[in-house]
C-alpha cells in the first residue's frame, strides 16, 4: 500500500512533495489537453470563419492570431518561471526548482513562434523577413535569456546548484528584461523613426480580439499540458532515488 | 493595439456573409497563402513536436525506472 | 573594509602582471577583430565612419567576455575562492576588489586602444573622444556583468563559452546608449542624455551586479 497514494490535504502546499505533484499533474494533464484543443478549433473558427479581411493587411493580418498569443506567452512563461525558480532557492524546494526547468523549453518554444510568425507578417506587411523593430528585437533578445536559462541549467551536474544558479540567472534576466526592451524602444526610434510600427496592429473588431484572446488561452491550456508532463519527467529522473518512484515500476504500467 | 468596436453578439457575422467563396479562396488567402499558412503550420509542427518529444520523455524517463527496478 | 577592498585588487593585478602576455589577449583580440571590419567590409571611409561605434563596441564586449573567467579560475582551483567564503571578510567586497582588478587590466587597454581604431575608422575627433568616454563608462559595466558570468559558470567545463551566451544579451542597454552617445555626437547633437543614462547603468550594475555575483559564488561553491 502506497502511503503516498492517500488523498491529500487541503493544503496547497501539499504539492511541494514531487510525489504528490507527480500523482495530480498526471490526472490534469488530458484535461489541459481537451481545454487546448477546444479553444484552439473554436479560436481559429472565430478567427477564420467571423473575422472579416482587414481593410488595410488583407487576410495576411490573420497570423496575429498565433503571433500575438505565442508572444504574451513567451513573455508570461518567462516570468512564471522566474518566479518558480526563486521560490525554488530561497525556501530551498526541489519541485518549484524541477517546475521552473520544466517550463523553459516551452516558453523557448514560443518565443521561437512568435519571431517566426512575426517575420512571416512583417514580409507581406513591410516589405523585409526582419524587421528591427523593438518588439521582435526583445523578442529575440528573450529567446536568448531562455537559451542561456537552459544551457546554464543542462551545464551543471549537481541537480542543486543547477537549480540555483538557474534562479539566479533567471531572476538577473527578469530584472533586466525592462531595462533592456526599454533600451531597444530607444534605439528603435533612433535608427528607423516611426516608419515601422508593429503596433500598428488592425483597427480591433470584437470578433478578431475574440479569437486572439481564445487562442490565448488554447495556448495557456497546451502550455500547461506540455510542462506538467515535462515537469513528471524531470521529477522521475531527479528523484529516482525515492521509495515512491521506485514503487512505480511495479504499480503502474 | 487599436480601437476594438462593437460588431458581433452571434457565432455569425451581421450580414451573415461568408468570408471566403470557395476554398480555393480560402486557400489563397488573399494571396497571402504563404504567409498564412506558412505560420500556422510551422506553429502546429512545433507546437505538434514539442508534444510528442515530451511524451517520449516521459516514456523513457519511466522505462529508466524499470530497468533501474529489475537491475536492483 | 575599503583594505580588504584594495588589497583584493591588488592581488589580482599582481597576479595579472605575472603573466603579462595572458593578460594582453583581450587586447590583441580587441584590435585584430574592430580591424577585420574594414577588411571585410571595404575601405569606404563614410560606410567605416558610420560603422565604427559599433564595432568598437561590439568588439570591447568580445574581448571583456575572453578574460572575465579568470576572475575566480583559478582562485578555485588553488581552493583560495573557498578560504575567502568560508572566511568572515564579506564576500561582496572581494568581488568588487577582483571587478576593479579585472577592469584595470582589461577594460583601461581597451579604452586607451579605442582612439587606434578610431583613426583606423576615420572618425572625427570628437566623435573619437566620445567613444573613448562611453567605453570608460562601459567597460566597468563589462566586468561587473562578467564576474556575475563567471561565478555563475564557476569550474563548468563549457564555462568560457556560456559566459558570452549569458552576458552579452544584459550588455545590450549599455551598448545601445553607449552606440548612441557616438552617434548623437556624429549628428553634431550633444551626447547628454546618451551619457547620463550610461552612467545611471553603471551604477545600478555596481549595486546589483556584485551582490548577485557573491550569491552566485555561493551556490556555486557551498
Known amino acids: 500500500m502506497n502511503p503516498h497514494s492517500a488523498s491529500p490535504t487541503t493544503r496547497w502546499t501539499t504539492f511541494a512533495a514531487p510525489s504528490r505533484f507527480y500523482a495530480l499533474a498526471g490526472r490534469l494533464v488530458p484535461w489541459f489537453w481537451a481545454v487546448a484543443l477546444v479553444l484552439g478549433a473554436a479560436g481559429l473558427y472565430v478567427g477564420f470563419a467571423i473575422a472579416p479581411t482587414d481593410f488595410q493587411q488583407g487576410d495576411a493580418y490573420r497570423i496575429i492570431f498565433i503571433h500575438v498569443p505565442a508572444a504574451w506567452m513567451s513573455m508570461l512563461l518567462y516570468m512564471v518561471m522566474a ?82 544558479a538557474g534562479a539566479l540567472l533567471a531572476l538577473v534576466g527578469a530584472v533586466n528584461i525592462p531595462v533592456i526592451y526599454f533600451s531597444v524602444r530607444w534605439w528603435n526610434t533612433l535608427h528607423q523613426g516611426s516608419s515601422i510600427n508593429m503596433t500598428a496592429a488592425p483597427t480591433m473588431a470584437m470578433t478578431m480580439l475574440t479569437a486572439m484572446l481564445l487562442l490565448t488561452f488554447s495556448f495557456w491550456a497546451y502550455s500547461f499540458a506540455v510542462v506538467l508532463t515535462r515537469a513528471r519527467s524531470i521529477v522521475l529522473e531527479q528523484e529516482s532515488e525515492t521509495e515512491w518512484v521506485r514503487s512505480l515500476a511495479v504499480t503502474e504500467r | 493595439m487599436g480601437k476594438v468596436a462593437r460588431s458581433y453578439r452571434t457565432l455569425t457575422r451581421k450580414d451573415n456573409t461568408m468570408n471566403w467563396k470557395s476554398f480555393d479562396d480560402f486557400w489563397q488567402m488573399g494571396g497571402y497563402g504563404l504567409y498564412v499558412w506558412g505560420s500556422y503550420a510551422v506553429t502546429l509542427l512545433v507546437m505538434a513536436a514539442e508534444a510528442l518529444i515530451c511524451r517520449q520523455h516521459f516514456a523513457a524517463a519511466r522505462r529508466a525506472i524499470n530497468n533501474l527496478e529489475q537491475r536492483t | 573594509m575599503s583594505g580588504l577592498f584594495f588589497s583584493v585588487a591588488a592581488r589580482d593585478l599582481l597576479l595579472a602582471g605575472r603573466r603579462r602576455i595572458e593578460a594582453l589577449l583581450p587586447l590583441g583580440f580587441f584590435i585584430v577583430a574592430a580591424g577585420l571590419f574594414p577588411i571585410g567590409v571595404g575601405p569606404e571611409p563614410q560606410m567605416l565612419r558610420q560603422m565604427a561605434p559599433g564595432v568598437v563596441w561590439v ?100 564555462g568560457a563559452a556560456l559566459v558570452f551566451l549569458l552576458v552579452l544579451p544584459l550588455t545590450i542597454p549599455a551598448l545601445i546608449f553607449g552606440t548612441g552617445a557616438v552617434g548623437a555626437v556624429d549628428s553634431g547633437l550633444s551626447p547628454q542624455a546618451h551619457l547620463s543614462v550610461l552612467g545611471a547603468l553603471l551604477i545600478l550594475t555596481a549595486l546589483g551586479a556584485p551582490l548577485a555575483t557573491a550569491a552566485a559564488l555561493r551556490i556555486a561553491i557551498d
Not at chain 1, 96 to 115: D, K, N, Q, W
Not at chain 1, 131 to 144: G, M
Open chain 1, 83 to 164: 518566479f518558480w525558480a526563486a521560490l525554488g532557492w530561497i525556501l530551498n524546494t526541489r519541485m518549484a526548482s524541477m517546475f521552473a526547468r520544466a517550463i523553459a523549453p516551452t516558453g523557448a518554444l514560443f518565443t521561437v513562434i512568435a519571431l517566426w510568425t512575426g517575420a512571416l507578417w512583417g514580409k507581406p506587411t513591410w516589405g523585409a523577413w526582419w524587421v528591427w523593430d523593438a518588439r521582435l528585437t526583445s523578442e529575440f533578445i528573450l529567446l536568448l535569456l531562455y537559451v542561456g536559462y537552459i544551457a546554464l541549467t543542462e551545464a551543471i551536474d549537481d541537480n542543486r546548484r543547477s537549480a540555483h
Open chain 3, 59 to 158: 568588439c570591447a564586449l568580445l574581448a571583456a567576455m575572453l578574460s572575465v573567467t579568470q576572475m575566480f579560475a583559478s582562485d578555485h582551483q588553488d581552493g583560495s575562492l573557498e578560504q575567502m567564503l568560508l572566511s568572515s571578510q564579506p564576500l561582496i567586497t572581494v568581488v568588487m576588489g577582483k571587478v576593479l582588478a579585472h577592469w584595470l587590466s582589461s577594460g583601461v587597454p581597451l579604452v586607451l586602444a579605442a582612439p587606434l581604431i578610431g583613426i583606423l575608422f576615420d572618425m572625427r575627433a570628437a566623435s573619437i573622444g566620445t567613444l573613448a568616454l562611453t567605453l570608460l563608462l562601459g567597460t566597468p559595466i563589462l566586468s561587473l556583468l562578467g564576474a556575475l558570468g563567471a561565478a555563475l559558470t564557476l569550474g563548468l567545463r563549457s
